[in-house]
């Protein structure tokens, strides 16, 4: 991951299904923001903790239940520490809202405990910018494993919170009934590819990797 000195990472892998909840935080001001606590929000408000960080935001890529099954419940109680000032809960898009309000649904299909649906303070569109940690994060709309799927995109920092649109050698799912694997794959040749070669992608589960080592090497792109 190229980024300047000041950031900071941390990827911790949450619940059964290994989603790849990531802190990201300035060394200077310990400010932070998450992305995607799907879930084991003691597991992540420990990290926190001892990492003696303050968090601005939580952001969402998708509404499935390993991504933002631990949302609500970690926005209460980071609010609650930190001396009851709201930690906003941002994104995806829209489209992902019957996702969001169906988590509870979901994890009992699948025998999870523990995750609640997400109540976002505010969805976000494509080609929005958010100000974080002195960065400006682009949002893109990456459809086709959900029908709201974004990803958050620091140019500054040539880093992406892609979430589960594009993996190692794979891509996202799309065998769900509002999935579409030409929309998906469409997204990313318009939204992802063009960002660059050297831009780190990490991704909503296993290890991070590049656009040119996707764009080479990944058999669902050709």
């Known amino acids: 991951m190229s980024q ?8 911790v892998p949450v619940t059964a299904f290994a989603q790849n909840c990531s802190i990201l935080w300035d060394r200077r001001s310990r400010h932070a923001i998450v992305v995607d606590p799907g879930g084991d929000v003691p597991r992540l408000l420990k990290v926190i903790a ?23 419940a970690l926005r209460d109680e980071l609010t609650a520490r930190q001396d009851g000032h709201q930690v906003p809960l941002i994104g995806p898009d829209a489209r992902d809202d019957f996702l969001l ?14 995750m609640q649906d997400a109540h976002v303070d505010r969805f976000v569109t494509d080609g929005e910018r958010l100000d974080l940690l002195g960065h400006e994060f682009q949002v893109l709309h ?15 920092a040539r880093f992406a919170f892609v979430g589960d649109t594009l993996f190692q050698g794979s891509v996202g799912r799309t065998d769900f009934p509002y999935g579409d694997a030409d929309v998906l794959k469409e997204a990313i040749v ?9 831009v780190t992608i990490l ?9 040119g080592a996707e764009r080479q090497g990944n058999l669902f792109l050709r």
């Open 142 to 156: 990456v459809p086709g494993h959900t029908p709201g799927h974004v990803v958050f995109f620091d140019p500054q």
């Open 190 to 198: 318009r939204q992802l590819l063009p960002l660059g070669d050297d």
């Open 50 to 72: 001892d990492r003696n960080l303050t968090v601005d935001a939580i952001l969402l890529t998708h509404g499935h239940l390993d991504h933002a099954g631990g949302a609500d």
């Open 101 to 114: 309000s169906s988590i509870t649904q979901q994890a009992a299909r699948f025998g999870v405990e523990g």
């Open 4 to 11: 300047p000195s000041s950031l900071a990472l941390e990827v």
């Open 203 to 211: 991704p909503g589960h296993g290890p991070a990797t590049t656009i």
